[in-house]
């Protein structure tokens, strides 16, 4: 499987509206905390935005719902994936995401046998706190090396200037939260990650 190499996470249905328009490939919805009748109609608006639009959607968390919801990616943490019905993800036909931080992590994440692989927080991140330090880039190459073809997703701090030595350390993809949503053009710096990715795609 082939990643775009601009991976987009947003909270919302109203983000997907705003950025996949402008030509984003990739999209994960991350809702936290909200209640199941939100939750649906969140993620039946952003599947219905990335259809009409080409856009690969990735559920966060919620596998019950990706199912139900006819999704087709679900992107699971490590207190996710313990509780997790592979069994029904791989029957319904899903794709699978994992997040990984340390070397215990990968393991449990390969055995999954999962579509890609996250690594995070690559720099430092002001999206959320984080027990683990910054991996860095020669963990990520690291990771890399352990997992082969599967697609390796950089996570955290990431912005335009660190992306050559993100994707020169061998990740496949590369994800971004704060430096669009935070930024005073959301649009225009979305846009801007899409002319820099290019390269890769």
């Given at each position: 499987m082939r990643l775009d190499p601009f991976y987009l996470i947003v909270d919302?249905?109203?983000?997907?509206?705003?950025?996949?328009?402008?030509?984003?490939?990739?999209?994960q919805l991350r809702v936290k905390d909200a209640p199941d009748p939100v939750l649906r109609s969140e993620i039946r608006r952003a599947k219905e935005i990335c259809a009409a639009y080409d856009c690969q959607l990735v559920i966060n968390d919620y596998w019950q719902l990706t199912i139900e919801e006819g999704c087709h990616f679900v992107h699971l943490g490590q207190e996710d994936l313990a509780t997790a019905d592979l069994h029904a993800i791989r029957r319904a036909g899903l794709k699978l995401g994992l997040s990984t931080h340390d070397e215990t992590e990968l393991e449990t994440a390969l055995a999954a046998r999962p579509d890609y692989i996250a690594l995070g927080p690559v720099y430092p991140t002001i999206l959320k706190k984080m027990p683990w330090a910054p991996q860095g880039l020669e963990r990520l190459s690291e990771w890399k090396?352990?997992?082969?073809?599967?697609?390796?997703?950089?996570?955290?701090?990431?912005?335009?200037?660190?992306?050559?030595?993100?994707?020169?350390?061998?990740?496949?993809?590369?994800?971004?939260?704060?430096?669009?949503?935070?930024?005073?053009?959301?649009?225009?710096?979305?846009?801007?990650?899409?002319?820099?990715?290019?390269?890769?795609?």
């Open positions: 919302s249905a109203d983000w997907i509206d705003r950025l996949v328009p402008l030509g984003v490939r990739l999209v090396r352990k997992i082969g073809e599967i697609p390796l997703v950089a996570i955290g701090g990431l912005n335009l200037d660190r992306l050559d030595g993100v994707f020169s350390s061998g990740a496949d993809s590369a994800a971004v939260v704060t430096d669009i949503t935070l930024n005073s053009d959301p649009e225009k710096r979305a846009r801007q990650w899409i002319e820099k990715t290019g390269q890769w795609r």
